[in-house]
């Protein structure tokens, strides 16, 4: 059982202040200043959001590539489809990645090693959960809302938003949330991917969280069609 997102260390980065953590010696750290690589589909993640739209993340294999190549391959399994944000902080992050929806769970794939950098957690970061140990990363990720600096070179950052961060905004708040948001599709971009139809994002609003929620999806999905004589 693991913990993702270690609370007293979590407290206590919220209350922190926002330290120029891209400072390393005195100096500008280059990857914190970097700018965001050029589109390239085999390096977007794509999250179908049950909040109503499609989200945009620019992977960053230059500065985390075991990171990035775990998220990609985990969502061409399917592992992140129907997935729930289990926490969510107003002002801070929302978390997901993890199947039971306790914040206690991953993959059946090994905990992955820590790669920091100097790139900073502002708004759209995408960013690893661990637990205190900083090599224990394996499925579970949060989107940042506002700028949390105190979080850099303790998390690994393997991304940013680079659309669609209003259906992040929309993501229900809470730990876990009474109704939460779901990913209904992740994929990579290079792989062409259709985005949810009109029924799939209504049926996963109707669905109640689930041990298994892309099941409960698919059933509600089987029943629209069978209803409509399909």
Partial sequence: MRLKFFLCFLVSLAMGSAVAAQEVGGAIDPQ????TPAADPENTLLLDLSTGGRVTIRLRPDVAPVHVERIKTLARQGFYNGIIFHRVIEGFMAQTGDPTGTGQGGSQLPDINAEFSGLPHVR????????????????QFFIVFMPRLALDRNYSVFGRVVSGMEYVDAIPRGEPPANPARI???????????????????????????????????????????????
Avoid: K
């Fill in 32 to 35: 914190a200043t970097a700018a």
């Fill in 184 to 230: 209904l599709r992740a994929s990579v971009a290079a792989d062409n991917v259709p985005p949810p139809t009109a029924a799939e994002i209504a049926a996963a609003n109707s669905a109640p969280a689930a041990p298994d929620p892309a099941a409960a999806i698919d059933a509600a999905l089987a029943a629209e069609a069978a209803g409509n004589g399909e």
């Fill in 124 to 139: 759209g970061t995408v960013s690893m959960a661990r637990t205190n140990d900083p090599n224990t990363a394996n499925s």
